[in-house]
């Protein structure tokens, strides 16, 4: 009877702890760092040729005050094109005329430039919401990465986030982790589907936490039965 109450008390605590590690809302809670951060969502997965697929670009105040944000985003255009980009309400307005530092697209190149300002309604987070998404289509079969264009500094042609002040300072103090992706003949046959395998590799993370509960349960109840006999 010991040993199955251990067991008990054991997987209750695996449990507990996978679903708390594994679930981004507590990983996102329990960082250390007070930098604002980028990111993007999924972060990794994979997709067909030929199918089309979306990126969210995330941002996270980390409770500090942004009046704008430039992300300048990388992609490898020989492998992916990008189909467009799709704006949120994050910030009161995004620049989207050509021609400027603060806006653009090549698919030559492989670039896109989102800036987001808002002086009257500043941002200020402390969970991620999406700044911007990103459609691309699927070209031809290989592993890619999409990154953020960072220095640090506040230069053209740079990521940034800018803060409360005058002037502005770059709260965005370390560079935005990339994604990346797989790029396969086949997304069905590979055994998932677009946009990626990000959502099923949480998924299974939780699903193992969830299955811990469910196990724990089970044991439970036979103990109590076993006890009621």
């Given at each position: 009877m010991q ?7 054991l ?14 809302a507590y ?10 951060m ?5 972060s990794?997965g ?11 670009i995330?941002l996270?105040?980390?409770?500090n ?9 990388l992609?490898?255009p020989?492998?992916?094109e990008?189909?467009r ?14 021609g400027?530092?603060e ?13 987001g300002?808002?002086?009257?309604k ?26 953020f264009?960072?220095?640090g500094q506040?230069?053209?042609g ?18 935005p ?24 590799q949480e998924?299974v ?7 811990l509960f ?14 009621k006999?």
């Amino acid at each position: 009877m010991q040993k199955l109450k251990a067991i008990v008390i054991l997987l209750f605590s695996m449990g507990i702890t996978t679903l708390m590690l594994l679930t981004p809302a507590y990983a996102e809670a329990t960082t250390t760092s007070t930098n604002s951060m980028l990111s993007f969502s999924p972060s990794s997965g994979f997709t067909g040729v030929g199918d089309e697929f979306f990126l969210d670009i995330n941002l996270n105040t980390k409770g500090n005050t942004s009046l704008s944000t430039r992300a300048v985003v990388l992609f490898e255009p020989e492998y992916v094109e990008l189909i467009r980009v799709e704006y949120t309400n994050l910030y009161c307005n995004y620049t989207k005329e050509t021609g400027g530092q603060e806006f653009g697209t090549s698919n030559n190149t492989g670039y896109v430039v989102v800036t987001g300002i808002c002086n009257n309604k500043p941002v200020s987070n402390n969970t991620p919401e999406t700044f911007a998404t990103l459609h691309f289509k699927a070209k031809k079969i290989g592993d890619i990465n999409i990154e953020f264009r960072y220095s640090g500094q506040d230069q053209p042609g740079y990521t940034v986030v800018y803060g409360n002040g005058s002037p502005p300072p770059n709260i965005l103090q370390e560079k935005p982790p990339m994604g990346s992706y797989k790029i396969v003949q086949d997304a069905t046959a590979y055994g998932g589907t677009t946009p990626g395998t990000a959502f099923v590799q949480e998924s299974v993370f939780i699903w193992i936490g969830i299955s811990l509960f469910i196990v724990t349960g089970l044991v439970s109840t036979i103990i109590i039965l076993k006890k009621k006999r």
